[in-house]
């Protein structure tokens, strides 16, 4: 059974590059829609509905494209950094840790702070302060703010560390292999438009520069 969760891709991957994309196919038009839910895909006479997700297949049903793999790892504001001095995984025992509840509809749960000390070596007598935001990009806005720290993927997370808004106090140590994966949904017969071909295309060429730019 497959296990997905929101779909944050269409804005990381997407949305930034879609204007060279469309620079280019001036007759496509692309409409973007956040949904939770798997939504089906489906061809249509010269335009299809296709799915960005994050989850754990198989997917039933369809075809899917893997884009990434994932890793987490913890993110915070450079002024918090500064100010707590976190030099260790066990420093951030006395940090606010900021988490999402963004998968709890699943039937496996995406890797969690508890997951992460584990992998790092800490043992936990309790777990730190934890602070809830039902949306990903809530939970980003307050570590940007410098109210906490959260664990990230590099996928969501790629643009702000870049223009430095967020870093990461370990740097590349202590990663968290996720077994979620960013994946395109396809419908699983029937002929693809050629203009949505491009579009396919297009989005595994941008995946795999990505992929390239972050190892």
């Not at 494209?65 to 001095?85: G, H, I, K, M, Y």
């Not at 509840?101 to 730190?128: E, Q, R, T, Y």
């Not at 990461?168 to 699983?188: D, G, V």
Request: charged residues 15%; hydrophobic residues 40%.
């Amino acid at each position: 059974m497959a296990t997905e969760c929101t779909t944050l891709l269409s804005t990381t991957l997407a949305t930034p590059r879609l204007p060279h994309f469309e620079a280019n196919e001036r007759q496509i038009e692309i409409s973007l829609d956040a949904e939770a839910r798997l939504t089906p895909p489906l061809w249509l006479p010269n335009r299809a509905r296709l799915s960005l997700r994050y989850g754990q297949g198989p997917w039933p049903g369809v075809t899917s494209l893997r884009l990434f793999e994932d890793t987490l790892f913890p993110v915070c504001s450079p002024s918090l950094l500064a100010q707590a001095n976190m030099q260790t995984p066990d420093d951030l025992l006395a940090q606010t840790l900021l988490t999402v509840d963004w998968c709890s509809h699943a039937g496996h749960p995406i890797p969690s702070w508890s997951d992460w000390f584990k992998s790092a070596g800490v043992a936990l007598n309790k777990m730190p302060n934890q602070r809830q935001y039902s949306l990903y990009s809530l939970a980003l806005d307050q570590a940007i703010a410098g109210q906490g720290v959260v664990l990230a993927s590099y996928p969501l997370v790629a643009d702000r560390l870049a223009s430095g808004v967020l870093v990461r106090p370990f740097a590349e140590h202590y990663p968290l292999a996720s077994p979620f994966a960013y994946e395109l949904i396809l419908p699983s017969d029937g002929k693809t438009p050629p203009a949505v071909a491009r579009f396919v295309e297009w989005l595994e060429q941008e995946a795999t520069l990505f992929r390239n730019t972050s190892t």
